[in-house]
C-alpha cells in the first residue's frame, strides 16, 4: 500500500509564495509518473503539473513561468513551488503518483494509481 501525504497549503495574498511537498511512503520500488492536481469550487480537478515517463514535465498553461515542479526521487517527495500566486489560483492541490510497489510489477508495467488528501490553498487580500 502507497500513500501520499501533502503539505504546506494555506492563506496567501495575491503575488504571494507558496511551496507544496508531498511524500510518498509505502511499499514503492519506483515512481515514474508523479503530479499535482488541483480543484477549485464548483470546478473539475485539473492538471496543474506533473512528471511524466522520461522526466520531462508537463505544466498547465495558466501557471506556465510562475509554478516549478521537482521532485527528491531518493525521498520519494515532490515539490511545487508556486510564485506570483493569483485569486485564481485558490484550489484544493491533490497530489498524484503511479508507483510500481516492486520489480515485479515495474516489470510488467503494473502501477497503482495514488492521491494524496489535499491541500487547500487560498490566495485573497
Known amino acids: 500500500q502507497v500513500q501520499l501525504v501533502e503539505s504546506g497549503g494555506g492563506l496567501v495574498q495575491p503575488g504571494g509564495s507558496l511551496r507544496l511537498s508531498c511524500a510518498a511512503s509505502g511499499s514503492i520500488f519506483s515512481i515514474n509518473v508523479m503530479g499535482w492536481y488541483r480543484q477549485a469550487p464548483g470546478k473539475e480537478r485539473e492538471l496543474v503539473a506533473t512528471?511524466?515517463?522520461?522526466?520531462?514535465?508537463n505544466y498547465a498553461d495558466s501557471v506556465k513561468g510562475r509554478f516549478t515542479i521537482s521532485r527528491d526521487n531518493a525521498k520519494n517527495t515532490m515539490f511545487l513551488q508556486m510564485n506570483s500566486l493569483k485569486p485564481e489560483d485558490t484550489a484544493v492541490y491533490y497530489c498524484?503518483?503511479?508507483?510500481?510497489?516492486?520489480?515485479?510489477?515495474?516489470?510488467?508495467?503494473?502501477?497503482?494509481?495514488?492521491w494524496g488528501q489535499g491541500t487547500l490553498v487560498t490566495v485573497s487580500s
Open positions: 512528471f511524466t515517463s522520461g522526466d520531462n514535465i
Open positions: 498524484n503518483a503511479r508507483p510500481f510497489p516492486n520489480l515485479r510489477d515495474y516489470n510488467r508495467h503494473r502501477y497503482l494509481e495514488v
